[in-house]
């Protein structure tokens, strides 16, 4: 029987007791806690696996990965010789009731993935999977889909593709940028809890705010292409793009705002989230960021961008690191893209 379930009149059901513990071990790998952390945790409180025994940083792997906490029952197929398959596997939807969704399943399989990889890519005794950062396992990559891994002072994509993806991104830049992005956020719905409480049930605005974000989306796309195609200068391009993404921001944070009192869950206030930040574990703001934003995509270096700023002649030292520090900023404005959760 899988852990997290038991069986009631001959169906499993979610057990009320290691059911939730089962999400909470997958919380915790996206939170950034390694297998050995969450295991020694389980062992020093007394939880045994289904067979009685302590738990194991394998077999706590094998929990994580077991598709049935997420509503799907595998098999394996009979072949046409009248053979069981060896290799193969048949998912089919279960008939008992997922702990997670499939999201959550899939973002944990990729971490875990990831850290394997990265064991094999990097030496060892480095300690990178017991690093425990607020935004790790959202931060992915946009080429693959994976979550990145943070190596020291950047975050670094080790899946495996064809000519390899080692797409990186500076862990502190991004990490500023998706805590000002989470905040702000958070700092809307503390300065408007009345107006969330009232039109957090009306499908039909989050509805509209919906439509005109996808809407200010597309016109952003087609002012991209626009640019890129000549059909607008860049002083043109510029301003434009300026205007609809502060626009999509406000959309953004008024549909956040719009959200029903439930999306908050029974243990975080979203009201006190911004004033609470600081004084709060990576774990904590993990969970807390996760509530709005659902995944923040890094893109490769915009083409058109120069890697690096040359210093100019006869430029002054502030002036350089002034028009540095823009030109980072841009380029980190076009390689990033939050995902919110709708």
Known sequence: MP??????SGVLVIDPVTGPMVAEAMQRVLAGESLYQIRKDWNERG??????????????KLMLRNSSTKGVREYRPILPDGTRSKTSLMQVE??????????????????????????????????????????????????????????????????????????????????KLVEEAVLATFEQITLNPTKRRATGGDLTARVGLAATLDVDRERLAQLDDDHYDGLIDKAMWVRQRARIAERIEAT?????????????????????????????????Q???????????LVHAHPADMMTA??????????????????HRASVLARRIEFIWRA
């Open 252 to 284: 953004r944070r008024e549909y956040a705002a719009a959200l029903p009192e439930q999306h908050a869950g029974p243990s975080i206030d979203m009201t006190t989230v911004a004033a609470e930040w600081d004084g709060r574990t990576p774990m904590w």
């Open 94 to 175: 279960a008939a008992w009731p997922a702990i997670v969704d499939e999201d959550t399943w899939q973002q944990v399989s990729d971490v875990l993935d990831a850290r394997k990889k990265a064991r094999n890519f990097h030496q060892p005794g480095t300690g990178a999977a017991k690093r425990m950062y607020p935004f790790s396992g959202l931060i992915r990559c946009s080429a693959c889909g994976t979550a990145m891994l943070h190596r020291g002072p950047v975050y670094q994509c080790v899946q495996a593709t064809r000519g390899g993806c080692h797409r990186s991104i500076r862990s502190a830049e991004v990490s």
């Open 47 to 60: 939880v045994l696996t289904t067979h009685g025994c302590a738990w194991s940083d394998r077999t706590l």
């Open 286 to 296: 993990y969970q807390a960021t996760s509530l709005i934003l659902q995944a923040v």
């Open 3 to 8: 852990f997290g379930y038991r069986a009631e």
């Open 309 to 326: 700023v040359p210093k100019r002649r006869n430029e002054t030292t502030e002036a350089f690191q002034a028009r540095r520090d823009a």
